[in-house]
C-alpha cells in the first residue's frame, strides 16, 4: 500500500507540498479548517499542474492521477491514517503547539511529525507532544513545486533516524535537503534578511535609489531578484516579523529592524500582495 502523507494546511506551502508528495507517487491527506479553503488550495494545484500540461511536461492522464491521490478533509481525526506529516498552518505559536499537541494523541508513536515553520522553535513544538525525537523541521521554500531545497532543521532532541528519514524522504519528493540545528531563523533567513535589512538602510539613508540598489545587486552579484523585489515579493510585514524573531532570539542589535520598513508596513505596504511596496504592482 502506497504510503500516505499528511499535510495540514492548504495555503500557499500546504498546497504546494501536497502537490509535490502526490507527484511523487504517495496518497494524501491534506486537512484545513474550512471546505472552501481546501477548495481554494486544490484549485492552486490544479492551476500549477496545468501549466505542466500546457507545457507538455506531464500528461492530463498523469495530472488526473497526481489530483486523485490527494484527499481533502477537515476532520483531524482523519491524520490517524498518516505514516508521515507535515504542518503548513499559520505562522502562530499557540496554533501550532496545539496542533501538534493533538497530532501526538491521533497519530501512532512512529509517525514523524514535521514542520514547515519559518520561525518558530522546532525544540519547542517538541516538546508540546509525547515524542520530540521524531519532531523535526522541514523548510520548504515558496513556490514549493520550483524550489529544490527543503532545509532540515533539528530540534535538541531530533534523533539521527529522524533526520534520515526527513531527508530520504525529501530526495523522493526530488529535493535536496540540507540540515541546521535549531536557532532564530535557522540559516536561510538569518543570512537573507538582514541582506534585505540592509538594502531597505541603503535606500532609507539615500545612499542609492531602489532602481540602483537592486540593479547592483542584480548584475553584479547575479541574484535573479533585488534585494527591495525580493522584499516586495516575501512581504513586508513577513521581513519585518521574521527581522524581530532574529533580533529578540538572538539579542544582537545588528538585527534592527530599518525604520523605512516599520513604516512601510504600518502603512499597509506590505508589497505584490497589497499593490504597494518598494514598488507599485
Ligand atoms: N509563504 C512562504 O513564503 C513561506 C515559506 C516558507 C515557510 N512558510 C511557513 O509555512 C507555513 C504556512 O505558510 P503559508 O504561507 O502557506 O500560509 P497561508 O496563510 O497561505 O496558509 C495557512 C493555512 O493554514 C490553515 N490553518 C490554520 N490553522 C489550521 C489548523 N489548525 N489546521 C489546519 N489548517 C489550519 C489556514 O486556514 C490557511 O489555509 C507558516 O509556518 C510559514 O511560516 C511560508
Known amino acids: 500500500m502506497t504510503e500516505i502523507v ?18 511523487a507517487g504517495y496518497s494524501v491527506i491534506m ?13 492552486a494545484i490544479n492551476k500549477s499542474l496545468q501549466r505542466d500540461v500546457d507545457k507538455e511536461r506531464l500528461s492530463a492522464g498523469e495530472k488526473q492521477s497526481i489530483l486523485d491521490r490527494i484527499k481533502c478533509t477537515t476532520d483531524l481525526d482523519a491524520l490517524s491514517a498518516a505514516a508521515f506529516v507535515v504542518e503548513a498552518v ?22 514523524i511529525l514535521a514542520s514547515n ?19 523535526i523541521g522541514m523548510h520548504f521554500m515558496n513556490p514549493v513545486p520550483v ?5 532540515v532543521i533539528r530540534g535538541i532532541a531530533t534523533s539521527n533516524e529522524t ?14 535537503a540540507l540540515d541546521c540545528n535549531d536557532s532564530p531563523g535557522f540559516v536561510s533567513n538569518r543570512v537573507l534578511l538582514p541582506m534585505i535589512n540592509e538594502a531597505i538602510f541603503t535606500l532609507y539613508e539615500g545612499v542609492a535609489t531602489r532602481e540602483s540598489i537592486d540593479g547592483i545587486m542584480k548584475l553584479g552579484m547575479n541574484h535573479p531578484m533585488g534585494p527591495l523585489q525580493l522584499a516586495d515579493f516575501i ?3 513577513v521581513c519585518l516579523a521574521i527581522l524581530n524573531v532574529l533580533y529578540d532570539g538572538l539579542g544582537d542589535p545588528k538585527y534592527r529592524a530599518c525604520p523605512l ?16 511596496g518598494f514598488y507599485e504592482y
Request: proline fraction near 3%; avoid cysteine.
Open 6 to 23: 499528511g499535510v495540514i494546511g492548504s495555503g500557499t506551502m500546504g498546497n504546494g507540498i501536497a502537490q509535490v508528495a502526490a507527484r
Open 31 to 43: 486537512r484545513d479548517i474550512k471546505d472552501e479553503f481546501l477548495q481554494r488550495g486544490l484549485q
Open 90 to 111: 499559520t505562522e502562530d505559536l499557540a496554533v501550532k503547539t496545539e496542533l501538534f499537541s493533538a497530532l501526538d494523541r491521533i497519530t501512532p508513536p512512529e509517525v
Open 117 to 135: 515553520t519559518s520561525s518558530i522553535s522546532i525544540t519547542r513544538l517538541g516538546a508540546a507532544t509525547s515524542r520530540p525525537a521524531k519532531v
Open 147 to 151: 524550489m529544490k531545497l527543503v532545509e
Open 163 to 176: 533526520y534520515e528519514r526527513v531527508r530520504s524522504l525529501t530526495e523522493k519528493l526530488g529535493k535536496t
Open 235 to 237: 512581504g513586508l510585514d
Open 261 to 276: 520598513l516599520k513604516r512601510y508596513v504600518d502603512a499597509g505596504w506590505l508589497g505584490r500582495k497589497s499593490g504597494r
